[in-house]
């Protein structure tokens, strides 16, 4: 491939210049179908194309599902306000206040695209209700036609994402679980070989890795056959490698290596290295159970060795379904062992969603008092673009840079409107022309969106300016009228960015916190008995909690204290998940006949209360299981070997985790309910 001869080549993001083509492309097939239809705002054609303007296939088109779901909700909500209050201008603008905060709150609780459409449903009662506020009787057509425009933008976007051929999403996705399997297989291996001591962080960065691959997987199965059984591989493999993770933490920390005879180490290695080995958890302690006694007939697993066995067979077990589940997203093909539907869950932020809520709220409300004050005609126009502009900041989690986007982003794109609309649309008037004159400006506004450092302002810049500009089927080339439009523009940007640099401006260690005491909560839910059962959305949640906080600790400056306080708040979720598996482990051993009495004693032990001796009752639990002999059945020897490494991962963990809880005065001060 021939490289470009300039020396800030290189420093481009790859592949902007095919995004930027097909955006024009886009933009240039709805306008033209727009005009040849005689749309009453071409200019929403426009708004809309640069709003779904994303560079990979299954990004546009999930946008643009959920960009046509947001809007059908606005219409409807934006009827019902000026119905309701048409004739009270302050009722009126305290419901749109109200929804505006409520749909902040909503897309601020959920993530990608579906945040979007909870936004969008916000700010399309702005554009359509708050616009009507003079004219209520307008605002079914307006809705009509509002809908019809953005329609438009969206099959536009959908026609040429399809037919040229842009980068498919999937495949995206699949080279992230494909580049994140060596660091996990890495683990693994040092892992079974007694070297993982990466630290807390390390793997709690790795855990986030994996859990961002939701992102893309969010629109990955738009351009997928048979899209949901592809996408539940995905999930899948990304579960499985969040489990080798888990696992590996496990062996290192709590896999106590003087119990473990060298004999068992060895056969546990063995297993591992067989690459032919494709069963369950049960299945892996059976082959190990095998091997061991092989060279040392009747040996009985003690509790550390029953430890090592359970975490390396999960993570072995994990390992084959790693590798199922990126063959069913690359081929398409479901076992029928794997059909069941695996589910990630998230951690809802509640605080920051209720920060950005109230902050919409009041910044609202205080630009609609802005607007009322300076009684000017067309101040609805400002106030409709203050209240866009602040609910799409509510899920950014630096809005200071966002309201620094729209103060930077909206002069510019007034600039560029004003040099294309005075000098350059006077010397043409056809749509060719006005193609080639559109060309500069979309290039350098998806240049600017593909950039993190320059996304605010390019997509300021980029999606307003066929608002400035008025575009129109009859276009107007008056400059007071041009300067009495966007005079309003500019002073939303100006009000946008007042508010979202000064009101409740996100603080990271606030956050961070609210995410500890969120792990905290968890644990103490767990150990009063309760809890979320074990299983993949428990796993998911725990890391998502632990990535949310490294999230906001990577925000302030590197401490001691910092990695300190990680490495707490990731013993607290250990023990977290040490307990759920006990507990599991404990209602699988009650199904035998032998192990039952020992299960329910396990169970007693398991919930932690004050005055805190736990230990004591674990080791009578421990000592109270039956041992795993030959001639025991092969299903109830795989049960005890369960049920003894459930209750000494307990054991280990809490010996890790009670000093801290002592010093955070978890233990001392609050007591589990």
């Not at 001591?197 to 960065?205: P, V």
């Not at 369950?280 to 006694?293: E, N």
């Not at 490495?567 to 250990?574: L, M, N, P």
């Amino acid at each position: 491939m021939t490289r470009l001869p300039a020396p800030w080549a290189d420093r481009l993001p790859p592949g902007w210049l095919g995004f930027g083509l097909r955006t024009w492309c886009a933009l240039v097939l709805g306008l033209a179908t727009a005009f040849w239809l005689q749309l009453d705002n071409p200019l929403l054609v426009g708004v809309t194309v640069m709003i779904l303007a994303q560079p990979l296939r299954g990004q546009a088109l999930s946008k643009a599902f959920y960009r046509l779901l947001g809007t059908l909700v606005g219409m409807g909500v934006s009827i019902v306000l000026v119905a309701v209050w048409n004739q009270q201008r302050g009722p009126f603008l305290g419901g749109v206040a109200l929804w505006l905060a409520a749909c902040a709150f909503v897309g601020s609780l959920e993530r990608d695209f579906r945040s979007y459409a909870a936004l969008l449903s916000g700010y399309t009662v702005a554009l359509v209700a708050v616009n009507c506020i003079d004219t209520p009787q307008n605002v079914f057509n307006i809705a009509v036609s509002r809908a019809s425009a953005i329609t438009l933008g969206v099959f536009a976007v959908a026609v040429v994402n399809i037919l040229s051929g842009s980068p498919a999403a999937w495949r995206g996705l699949a080279d992230g679980l494909k580049q994140l399997t060596r660091p996990i297989s890495e683990t693994a291996r040092a892992a079974l070989q007694h070297r993982h001591d990466s630290g807390a962080q390390a793997d709690i960065r790795l855990g986030a890795r994996i859990l961002a691959l939701t992102t893309p997987l969010s629109y990955a199965r738009t351009e997928l056959e048979r899209g949901g059984m592809r996408a539940n591989g995905a999930r899948l493999a990304m579960v499985c490698m969040l489990t080798v993770l888990d696992c590996a933490r496990g062996l290192g920390r709590h896999a106590r290596h003087d119990g473990v005879a060298p004999m068992v180490a060895d056969a546990i290695a063995r297993i591992a290295r067989r690459t032919d080995l494709r069963t369950d958890q049960a299945g892996f302690i059976a082959h190990m159970l095998d091997a061991i006694r092989a060279e040392q007939p009747g040996h009985v697993p003690n509790r550390d060795e029953a430890l090592a066995m359970e975490r390396a067979a999960c993570m072995l077990s994990a390992r084959t379904r790693l590798h199922a589940g990126q063959e069913m997203l690359t081929e398409g093909i479901c076992p029928p062992e794997h059909d069941r539907t695996i589910g990630i869950a998230i951690q809802p932020n509640y605080v920051l969603a209720f920060i950005g809520a109230l902050r919409v709220l009041v910044g609202f409300s205080f630009a609609a008092g802005v607007c009322v004050i300076t009684g000017l005609p067309g101040a609805t126009v400002a106030l409709a673009q203050t209240a866009l502009t602040l609910t799409l900041a509510a899920t950014n989690v630096d809005t200071a840079r966002f309201g620094m986007g729209a103060v930077i982003g909206i002069p510019c794109s007034v600039l560029a409107a004003a040099v294309l609309n005075f000098f350059v649309l006077l010397h043409g008037a056809d749509m060719p022309f006005l193609a080639l004159a559109l060309l500069p400006q979309t290039l350098l506004a998806c240049l600017l969106l593909m950039r993190p450092s320059t996304a605010a302002i390019g997509f300021n810049y980029g999606v307003f300016f066929f608002a400035i500009l008025g575009l129109d089927n009859h276009q107007s080339y008056n400059p007071t009228e041009f300067l009495n439009r966007n005079i309003f523009y500019l002073l939303a940007a100006l009000l946008a960015f007042i508010i979202l640099v000064l009101l409740f401006p996100p603080s990271a260690r606030r956050q961070r916190f609210w995410m500890g005491a969120t792990i905290v909560r968890a644990l103490e839910r767990r150990m009063a008995g309760r809890g979320e059962p074990d299983g993949p959305a428990r796993l998911t949640r725990s890391y998502d909690r632990l990535a949310q906080m490294q999230f906001w600790t990577d925000r302030l400056p590197a401490t001691p204290s910092s990695t300190r306080q990680m490495e707490s708040f990731a013993t607290f979720t250990e023990l977290d998940g040490a307990l759920a598996r006990a507990r599991n482990y404990a209602r699988l051993a009650e199904q035998h006949t032998l192990l039952r009495p020992a299960a329910e004693q396990a169970r007693r032990a398991l919930m932690l209360r004050a005055p805190w001796a736990v230990s004591a009752p674990l080791r009578q639990a421990l000592a109270g299981v039956p041992a795993p002999t030959a001639q025991l059945p092969l299903p109830t020897q795989i049960a005890a070997i369960n049920l003894l490494a459930g209750l000494n991962a307990v054991l280990r963990a809490w010996q890790a985790a009670e000093p801290r809880l002592r010093h955070y005065g978890i233990i001392r001060t609050r007591k589990a309910r």
